[in-house]
């Protein structure tokens, strides 16, 4: 107020002044030419006034010719040091500034130096504006703790570009005023943190253009983007507060919003672009929409309101994956892709997926069936009479209705299905939340040795964690499930010593054994699952093997796992019945039983376990050591050629196979290595038989070697010396039950063996 007195005081006596000198210097001849009063007090009274606008409102321009070290620097008078960067619009003219910065706009104008260090103490201006000659990218820094402060004494600071260039912000920016930031005619993107001290954003601009807000974000006020530009949130979690408001284009995200309340509104969109996306509370108004693309995934741990029905909330898939969302609300709607590759439709092996849906009362027809149809299978399983059932048959006993019960997915429950023609196949309407029970898993089958296989689906939006705890419920149940691996055209077995993921929109196979089986499939167990679902964990010593065709088409997996709670026989909740598909036979002994898991108490060096393999149409096969116990050296023994592979130093053993050859093919077998923690007991002298032959290890020094019949009579007699693997045929004996007796200078061992 002083100041504008004084002014005000200097002009009154200017213009004083001005009329002495005009009745002074008065002509005599009235005919000269001379301006009236009236228009000279006019003049001086509107250059009052625009001189008041300019001192209101100064303007800094960055000049293209100062220095090259692109510092912003100032003197302690508020002088430029040197020779300057900037430029100071005053009274219509440009000169060095005379004051320090205020609430004043800094323009960046041409292109000169592009990289500036904000380098001396924070700067408090207005608004910063890029103009449409700026076209070379602007990076702006800052060193140590030094900022850029937003105020403005009336309206909203910005920053502003109106240039084709992308900027950069790499200074940290605090707000003290409610700030508006326009990508107008190119991009801006802020690397360094943004403090809104309470304050809004609000963003605005072109739909072309982005906002990149990479930086922190923190502090309890919000942010709106108010027109058709999109906003993208990157780098790390943005921990401010307030509310996000999308009234129009597009927010993407790849971090978590600590945003209290994120409201899409009609005609705009939010796109989650990240794994584990979490936000708190999510509101989509009719018209809005929020997208999951492929392979990303959404938490939300509050309330979700969807009133855009199905189409306002979209979970995407391609064949890169599939998106996840995970959220307690109920009755919200939603559109779920499930992407489906073709099948060769010549070959009927191929192209299988398990399906399940995360929604209820989903239709199966029209969105799961093609024209003509020909071009599709659709199945459910019915254990009953352990059969496919095609949802086409309406004749045959058991037919569709038999088996499924109505032309919907019924919720909880598996199926299969094959495509001739690649595509995207949609589940919508009201997403599952809650716990799904499941009853009445009988055994009726009779090749199954009293259990039985039923096909169960994931009813959720995202994976679940399958891992037999008290959350599942688990009633005649076994602790081994199985997913359908539709790359290696096989089972893989999903275990509850290892907590293993069933992805969302997925069956999977569970067993029933000793009773009608029940389980509960838990909303607590709901997880994004980024891996793939059967990949291992080092938790848990095991050896992964698998055995695969030459030419890769199908390939199938066999674990031997060491687990405490385990014991030598077979354990319904940790060893696992093998399951076939289409990919060759292969599989742990354990007596009659074949194992995809084997799961042991303890595993000592001179352990035997035999494996069994069975060829499918191929001819040329291999068997790789994927995983492997610490402490262990790992051999594979082909019984058919004798030859005793150390899959330890060479992973991969390839084989050739014949149709009739026995299916008792292999023996793994092991030698501790030397000053590691092994998972096993001390050793002690192992006597198994398999496929017609006695094997011994552990063996020390020599030793005979008595095998007898159940009467006595000794019917092979051998000597054996060192603690290598040993191999006694018995081929020549009749099918039975015999002892075999190991007899050296420490001990006499005596066990059961039987000979097929």
């Not at 320090?100 to 207005?126: E, Q, R």
């Not at 352990?386 to 949802?391: C, G, S």
């Not at 037999?468 to 275990?495: D, F, H, R, V």
């Amino acid at each position: 107020m002083k100041k504008s007195i004084l002014f005000l005081t200097l002009i009154t006596v200017s213009l004083q002044e001005m009329c002495a000198r005009a009745i002074a210097t008065k002509p005599t001849n009235r005919q000269t030419s001379r301006t009236p009063m009236y228009k000279v007090i006019f003049l001086l009274m509107a250059f009052v006034l625009v001189g008041g606008m300019v001192v209101g409102q100064t303007r800094a321009t960055w000049r293209t010719d100062g220095p090259s070290d692109g510092k912003w620097e100032w003197g302690s008078t508020c002088e430029p040091a040197g020779d300057g960067q900037w430029f100071y619009n005053d009274w219509g003219g440009f000169r060095k500034r005379p004051d320090c910065f205020g609430t004043n706009d800094v323009y960046f104008d041409g292109n000169g130096i592009n990289t500036m260090n904000l380098n001396t103490s924070d700067y408090s201006v207005k608004s910063v504006f890029f103009t449409v000659n700026a076209t070379s990218a602007r990076t702006l820094n800052a060193d140590g703790s030094l900022k850029l402060i937003l105020k403005a004494n009336n309206g909203d600071p910005k920053i502003e570009n109106n240039s084709s260039a992308t900027h950069t912000f790499n200074v940290p920016i605090q707000l003290d005023n409610w700030a508006q930031i326009n990508p107008i005619s190119g991009n801006l993107t802020f690397s360094g943190a943004i403090t809104n001290n309470g304050n809004f954003i609000n963003v605005y601009g072109s739909n072309s253009k982005v906002l990149t807000i990479s930086g922190n974000l923190t502090g309890t006020g919000g942010i709106s983007l108010k027109q058709n530009s999109k906003i993208i949130f990157s780098s790390s979690a943005k921990a401010f507060t307030g509310a996000t408001v999308i009234e129009a284009g597009n927010i993407e995200t790849s971090v978590s919003l600590s945003s209290s309340l994120i409201t899409v509104k009609s005609g705009a969109k939010l796109t989650i672009t990240g794994t584990d996306v979490t936000i708190p509370a999510l509101t989509i108004e009719s018209g809005g929409v929020v997208e999951v693309q492929a392979g990303k995934s959404l938490t939300v741990t509050g309330a979700l309101t969807n009133s855009a029905t199905e189409t306002g909330l979209v979970i995407k898939s391609d064949v890169t994956g599939t998106g996840s969302l995970k959220n307690s609300s109920t009755n919200v709607s939603a559109t779920f892709e499930r992407y489906m590759n073709n099948a060769d439709w010549l070959t009927a092996k191929d192209g299988w997926h398990f399906l399940s849906s995360p929604v209820a009362s989903q239709a199966i027809s029209p969105n799961f069936v093609t024209t003509p149809d020909t071009e599709y299978d659709f199945y459910c399983w019915y254990e009953p009479s352990n059969l496919w059932v095609n949802y086409k048959n309406t004749v045959t006993a058991p037919t569709w209705n038999t088996a499924n019960g109505s032309l919907n997915f019924t919720v909880g429950k598996g199926y299969m299905a094959a495509y001739n023609t690649e595509g995207t196949k949609v589940f919508s309407g009201t997403l599952n939340v809650t716990d799904v029970p499941i009853a009445g898993l009988t055994i009726t089958g009779t090749s199954q040795a009293n259990r039985s296989w039923h096909l169960l689906g994931n009813p959720f939006a995202c994976a679940i964690t399958w891992d037999a705890t008290a959350a599942w419920n688990l009633t005649n149940i076994a602790g081994i499930a199985n997913i359908w691996n539709e790359a290696t055209q096989s089972y893989t077995p999903i275990t509850s010593v290892v907590p293993m993921a069933i992805p969302a929109t997925n069956g999977f196979m569970v067993q029933a054994s000793g009773g009608t089986g029940s389980l509960t499939i838990p909303a607590s167990k709901r997880d994004h699952a980024a891996q793939a679902f059967y990949k291992s964990s080092t938790v848990i010593p095991q050896i992964t093997l698998v055995a695969k065709t030459a030419d890769g088409t199908s390939e199938q997996i066999s674990k031997v796992m060491v687990y405490a709670d385990a014991t030598e026989g077979f354990d319904l909740m940790y060893d696992g019945e093998f399951l076939p598909g289409f990919a060759p036979l292969f599989y742990s002994k354990l007596g009659d039983l074949n194992l995809s898991v084997n799961c042991l108490p303890n595993l000592p060096a001179e352990s035997l376990i035999p494996f069994g393999f069975v060829k499918n149409d191929a001819t040329n096969f291999s068997i790789e050591l994927k995983e492997s116990m610490e402490g262990y050296e790992v051999f594979l023994k082909d019984l058919k050629t004798n030859t005793d592979q150390n899959l330890t130093e060479n992973p991969v053993y390839t084989f050739t196979s014949e149709a009739g050859d026995d299916a008792n093919r292999f023996l793994l077998h092991f030698l501790s290595t030397v000053g590691t923690t092994e998972p096993s007991c001390p050793e002690a002298l192992r006597i198994y038989a398999n496929a017609g032959n006695i094997y011994l290890s552990g063996n020390t020094g020599k030793a005979e070697v008595y095998v007898r019949n159940m009467i006595g009579q000794t019917v092979i007699q051998r000597s054996v010396n060192g603690d290598a693997l040993k191999v006694i045929n018995a081929t020549n004996l009749k099918v039975g039950v015999y002892i075999v007796s190991v007899v050296n200078n420490a001990q006499t061992i005596s066990t059961k063996v039987i000979i097929k």
